[in-house]
């Protein structure tokens, strides 16, 4: 037993080894998990749809109605009237909710406007709507 | 067999390559997180994309719906004054050539009969009916007394008239008549929770006539503020409706929907919840993969 502990002969190899296999494992995981985290972001842009099902000019606002019909959960992050950001509610829609978005803003009668609203992730969605008379 | 245990030997032995193979195959691993990860959403995506562009769904038309189906008994008659001469109940439940024939008693000569209609309270909820009708047509052979239309009251337990629009009965001519009653804001007190209506039809009176009165038809049907649709999806996928809107000038007004319209099929959609406005208004449809038909009216 006491010849054993003082005979060091393999020990360097060994403890090489088991270094090599740390480091090779935490690369690996390094290496995942930036996979993971690219491709992840990647994955929830291509995961989000959603449609502006209605559009309603009231009186000093514009109420836009928006429909998840993605995969993935969407915030609205800026909303957009002739590409002048405008202040709105802020609004979470998870896959298959929908729900009103108010946006303040003083818009006169039988106008076009171009309205965008994008999403945390950068998805958009873009149309011309008349106001009306 | 030697040489081979020998080569195999050495070949674990020497560590070299192995190293390179460690590193090929755990990139592959990455590869394929990544292709998994991303390709395989990317076809789910696309295929999301391709079923709503595939989708097709249109209005053809939108009515306004005022009165339900009617509804008719589906039992015989009870007699209590009078009797039954020939026919039966399923002659009266629609408007037909075939009648249920009835008489009145011997002296004092009159006729009383009653039954059990029952309005679908699941299709027409109470909280939409805004009235009741009852609607009878029948003929008979002495036009000389008035036929009276009741329901059963639940509120005084008895057959009442009170609140009817019309309470002074029906006076015959020769030939069919069609005479209906209203049961006007008082229709809460004739039917009950489960939409039970029990109805009856008398004559005026004792008379020196013993009458004949053939019943062709006899029914009960709720007054509403509904909307019927019609959907034709053209599209090669089955649609899915989740949204209804009505809009006007004045107000956008949405109602949740949960309809499924099968590719090439056109469907008839009864909303008794939903009334339309006077004048111009818009009504869409929006889809669960975010289609939209509008059908505009006014």
């Known amino acids: 037993m006491f010849r054993m502990w003082w005979n060091k002969r393999a020990i360097t190899p060994v403890l090489s080894n088991v270094l090599l296999m740390v480091i090779a494992v935490a690369g690996m995981s390094i290496a995942i998990t930036a996979t993971y985290v690219i491709t992840g972001n990647l994955h929830d842009t291509m995961g989000e749809r959603f449609v ?82 | 067999m030697r040489t081979i245990i020998g080569r195999q030997h ?54 306004r719906m005022t009165r339900s189906s009617w509804f008719v008994t589906q ?48 299709a027409f909820p109470q909280a939409y009916i805004q009235s009741v009708e009852i609607q009878l047509q029948y003929r008979v052979d002495d036009t000389g007394e008035k036929w009276f239309l009741k329901a059963f009251n639940w509120t005084s337990r008895t057959y009442s008239d009170s609140g009817f629009n019309s309470t002074i009965g029906h006076t015959p001519i020769s030939g069919w008549n069609t005479y209906a009653v209203n049961l006007t804001g008082k229709w809460h007190s004739y039917v009950w929770n489960d939409g039970k209506v029990l109805v009856k039809v008398h004559d005026q009176g004792p008379d ?34 989740v949204s209804i809107w009505v809009n006007n000038s004045t107000v956008h007004k949405r109602y949740d929907a949960d309809v499924f319209v099968n590719s090439g099929e056109t469907f008839s959609y009864q909303l008794v919840d939903i009334p339309l406005p006077n004048g111009q208004y818009a009504l869409k449809v929006v889809t669960e993969r975010g289609n939209t038909a509008v059908y505009a009216a006014g």
């Open chain 2, 208 to 241: 020196s006539t013993r009458t004949n009165i053939d019943i062709n038809f006899l029914g009960v049907r709720a007054i509403i503020n509904g909307t019927t649709l019609t959907i034709q999806n053209k599209g090669a996928y089955t649609a899915h409706l």
């Open chain 1, 52 to 133: 502006a099902e209605d559009v309603w000019f009231r009186s000093g606002s514009i109420a836009i109605y928006l429909r998840n019909t993605g995969k993935m959960p969407i915030d609205a992050a800026a909303v957009y009237v002739d590409h002048t950001m405008q202040l709105f509610t802020p609004l979470h829609l998870d896959p298959l909710e929908h729900g009103w978005l108010n946006m303040t803003f003083t818009w006169t009668a039988s106008t076009v406007y171009h309205i965008k609203i994008v999403t945390s992730r950068g998805t958009q969605v873009a149309d011309y709507y008349r106001s009306p008379t």
């Open chain 2, 75 to 122: 039992s015989e008659y009870r007699v209590n004054k009078g009797g039954r001469t020939s026919g039966s109940f399923i002659d009266t439940q629609i408007v037909d050539g075939s009648y249920e024939s009835f008489r009145e008693a011997s002296p004092p000569r009159e006729l009383d009969i009653n039954d059990t209609f029952s309005i679908d309270l699941a």
């Open chain 2, 10 to 63: 050495s070949l674990i032995r020497n560590r070299r390559g192995l190293s390179n193979i460690i590193v090929v195959v755990l990139s592959f691993v990455i590869l394929l997180v990544i292709v998994s990860n991303v390709i395989l959403w990317s076809y789910q995506m696309n295929q999301l994309d391709w079923e709503k562009m595939e989708e097709a769904p249109n209005v053809s038309s939108v009515a």
